[in-house]
């Protein structure tokens, strides 16, 4: 058995072009592109401290006569709706990852398979980039090399729908993956075919989609500085880019399913200045051809951009200070941004 997690104090200061705060209240703890507002008119700056990020994690490793099985249990404070700031800020746990491995097999919740998350920048704020895949799910996971294959838990969200998201699919969601690479280099290569499906009780249909993902870190020089990098496109993206920054389709007036064309791009760059001292750099973007059934208030096209820099006096912590962008531009034509200034305070043990 072995446990370890760490403890993180967050202090955003965010101005909004458009409103006086995110549209949704976890846009406050970490940058949610999707709740950036759109069409308000500009607020005072506000400032917001949390510790929701503060994480624990529990292994094991038990040597059986059927070979060794591993399990996993992480959880961490982010984006339950228990608590609130009034008196003691009590929020509830919540499940990150629940997985044991077992052979080549993986059942349980975790990342997934789609996401090399060696491409995911090194950031302060929780997530980053809008344009990255971002998803922990339940799945069965087969392993055999460099190539991984898996059925994970299937999930609907649509423009025009009564709900969101809708869980009426027939499969699971399919995705394969092949990891390549050398000593300096992290690369994989992913593609998923997906139902999107829905029923409201009167009308109901489906349609199939793909997607694809590149990604991958690679080594610059001896330093220790790295290239991350990540390219996502397909028709069945959805809720697996950006934290749902796109809904997967469009339901039409006739009741039928409209598939939405969507990309994301990430690049970031991290220098090492020297022992202590680190820096990231991000660029992203996400952009979705959306169809009429969407609607003129569905978002068209987010970008975002990251630049921190990092103390580590020690191993176990991280003192530091990042610079946050965002932008959103919906089908209408109006966009809103968000300017953010955080601080962050780390103990790893």
Do not use: C
């Not at 040597?63 to 709706?81: K, L, M, P, Y």
């Not at 009426?168 to 994989?188: E, H, V």
């Amino acid at each position: 058995m072995s446990y370890g997690g760490y403890i993180k104090f967050d202090g955003q200061v965010s101005e909004y072009s458009d409103g006086s705060g995110a549209s949704a209240g976890i846009g406050e703890d970490f940058l949610v592109p999707s709740t950036i507002p759109v069409g308000g008119s500009s607020g005072d700056m506000n400032t917001h401290f949390n510790a929701k990020e503060t994480r624990l994690w529990l292994k094991s490793a038990t040597q059986t006569s059927a070979g060794v099985i591993n399990g996993h249990i992480e959880i961490d404070f982010e984006g339950g709706g228990d608590g609130n700031e009034r008196v003691s800020n009590s929020y509830a746990p919540r499940i990150r990852h629940a997985y044991f491995t077992w052979d080549k097999w993986l059942f349980g919740q975790t990342w997934t398979t789609f996401f090399n998350v060696s491409a995911l920048p090194d950031l302060l704020d929780f997530v980053g980039p809008v344009g990255t895949i971002f998803v922990r799910q339940a799945q069965v996971r087969y392993t055999s090399g460099a190539f991984q294959f898996a059925l994970e838990n299937p999930s609907s969200t649509f423009y025009s729908g009564t709900q969101n998201p809708y869980d009426d699919n027939q499969i699971p969601d399919l995705i394969a993956r092949y990891n390549f690479g050398d000593a300096k280099t992290n690369l994989s290569a992913s593609v998923m075919l997906r139902e999107l499906a829905y029923n409201d009780g009167v009308t109901d249909d489906s349609d199939y989609g793909y997607a694809i993902s590149l990604a991958g870190k690679i080594a610059i020089g001896e330093s220790g500085d790295d290239l991350r990098v990540m390219i996502n496109q397909g028709n069945a993206l959805g809720r697996y880019m950006g934290l749902n920054a796109f809904r997967g389709g469009a339901i039409t007036p006739a009741g039928g399913v409209d598939l939405i064309d969507e990309w994301g791009v990430v690049v970031a760059y991290r220098h090492l200045w020297d022992e202590q001292w680190r820096s990231s750099f991000s660029v992203s973007a996400a952009g979705a051809d959306n169809p009429a059934e969407a609607g003129l208030t569905a978002a068209k096209e987010y970008q975002t951009l990251h630049a921190n820099l990092v103390y580590k006096p020690v191993a176990a912590l991280d003192l530091g200070g990042e610079l946050i962008y965002g932008d959103k531009e919906i089908e209408s034509g109006a966009s809103g941004n968000v300017t953010r200034l955080q601080f962050s305070a780390k103990y790893a043990f």
